[in-house]
Each structure stands twice: as structure tokens, then as C-alpha cells.
């Protein structure tokens, strides 16, 4: 489960060989939640809403990095770092 990001307490992983849809997965502390790359829905878990709007905003602007993070991953390839929010 490689990390791809971390800022301001949030750690973004995607896991290989994962199910379908692309997704990835966003932990805070102990709360964690799962987000549908395509739409940015957040799919599953318990996130504050404050952590989920910054997760959403990050991955608005990553979208295109995070899926082609998705397709190396599911191709047993390590996934690349992508820029945190700033």
C-alpha cells in the first residue's frame, strides 16, 4: 500500500491490485476514507467533513496523476509521489 502523498496530517495511499473503481485512500489519525477518482465522491469511510473538503480539493487538482498512479499500480508498478496541498 505505497503512500503518494501526505499534508497536514493526511496520508494518501493506493493499494495494488485493488478493486474497482479507481480509488484511493485517505487516513487521518484514525478516521480513514476511500475516494472515487473519477467523480471524488468519497465511497467509504468516516472522514471530517473538513478533511474530506481538503482531500476533494487536492485530488481535483491531481486527478490525471491519480489515475495514472492507479493503472501502475494495478500493473504491480510503484506508483508515483504526488505534490501535496499547499
Known amino acids: 500500500m ?3 502523498c501526505r499534508f497536514l496530517g493526511i496520508v494518501i495511499q ?3 491490485d485493488d478493486h ?3 480509488h484511493f485512500h485517505a487516513r487521518y489519525g484514525s478516521q480513514k476514507g476511500t475516494f472515487d477518482i473519477r467523480s471524488l465522491n468519497m465511497i467509504e469511510g468516516n472522514l471530517p467533513i473538513k478533511v474530506r473538503n481538503l482531500v476533494t480539493e487536492w485530488a481535483d487538482l491531481h486527478r490525471e496523476e491519480l489515475l495514472k498512479d492507479w493503472e501502475m499500480a494495478q500493473s504491480g508498478e510503484v506508483p508515483n509521489k504526488i505534490d501535496p496541498l499547499v
Do not use: A, G, R
Open 20 to 22: 474497482n473503481p479507481p
Open 2 to 4: 505505497p503512500e503518494i
Open 14 to 16: 493506493i493499494f495494488y
